[in-house]
């Protein structure tokens, strides 16, 4: 291959979610193309390179040692060209700025905000969505995201946003609730469950020493306004993040039998492109969600 020459970007955008997803399928399936196209076009890039990317055995796909140095370099080359191309489409886009942000914290924690910014920079629209699984800024039609979890967040930028205060909520006419006063007591009790944070549960009893039950047959939810709104109807106790269920504490619909909480390793996350905050409208957005975030809940 002619040193000054480059592949063609559908065959490295191919090799770069099939090796992300580490599945031609599932590649096939983001980029709405065939799985035999995906094949061909990580095939032509290979024989355009004149190195196996991948190792294949029957079905089941790995990078190899060359594969996965490519793969890290070319993820953040298409970053960096999502990056550039939206900045030009800013121009006729600038004052539109697009966020996927974590369900319930949307509903409960920023959009009962965004009047303020709104306020503040009436130029700047606010698209919101809500999302919740892994944001790849290079196919994603997004400009920021907010998700909960540890670092590191490939191929993005990240600010911490805040913490939470985890504590236990139930309704107050939920029966036996008045004889929950600490944590051991909640040894038999109706527990109920986040699907995205099964470990919850695991790690809150952990932190006090006492053996955590059997969750086997405990009801899960997929987002957190449902878990508040089961726990509220008297389905039993929930680990909630109390600063998204300060309403329902002050109305009384939900009660905090046990005073003691756990503060977890894991944070809410600002993430963009890398650079993408060179954009005005993402950099003034960033700093507002950070000064809302320091006002509201410690960091």
């Keep these: 291959m002619d040193p000054g020459r480059l592949p063609s970007l559908n065959a ?3 090799f770069a979610v099939a090796g992300r997803l580490l599945s031609f399928t599932a590649a096939a399936h983001e980029l709405n193309v065939t799985q035999g196209a995906v094949s061909r076009m990580v095939q032509s890039l290979e024989t355009e ?36 191309t939206s900045d030009a489409r800013g121009f006729e886009r600038a004052g539109v700025l697009s966020l996927s942000a974590l369900p319930t914290l949307a509903m409960r924690w920023l959009v009962p905000r965004l009047p303020s910014f709104q ?28 998700r909960h979890g540890l670092p590191p967040w490939p191929a993005a930028a990240a600010a911490r946003l805040m913490t939470e205060e985890v504590g236990v909520v139930c ?68 680990l ?15 009660i905090q039998p046990i005073a003691e909480t756990v503060r977890p390793d894991t944070a809410y996350y600002i993430l963009h492109r890398p650079g993408a905050d060179r954009a005005r ?14 006002e509201a809940v410690p960091r």
């Design 12 to 14: 490295v955008r191919s």
């Design 49 to 84: 390179l004149g190195v196996q990317l991948f190792e294949r055995h029957g079905r089941a796909i790995g990078l190899t040692p060359a594969g996965a140095a490519y793969h890290r370099e070319i993820t953040e080359a298409l970053a960096r060209i999502a990056a550039a």
């Design 119 to 146: 306020r503040a920079h009436p130029d700047i629209q606010v698209d919101l969505a809500a999302g919740d699984g892994p944001v790849d800024f290079a196919t994603d039609r997004v400009d920021m995201a907010i």
């Design 171 to 238: 309704a107050p006419h939920l029966s036996g609730a008045q004889d929950v006063t600490g944590p051991a007591d909640l040894a038999g009790r109706a527990l109920l469950q986040h699907t995205t944070r099964r470990d919850g549960w695991r790690r809150y009893f952990g932190h006090f020493g006492v053996p955590a039950p059997d969750l086997a047959q405990a009801p899960a939810f997929e987002h957190l306004f449902m878990l508040a709104e089961a726990a509220a109807s008297g389905m039993g106790f929930a």
């Design 240 to 254: 909630m993040p109390l600063f998204l269920v300060r309403t329902e504490l002050a109305a009384g619909r939900l």
């Design 281 to 294: 409208k993402v950099r003034l957005f960033k700093t507002w969600l950070l000064r809302q975030a320091a």
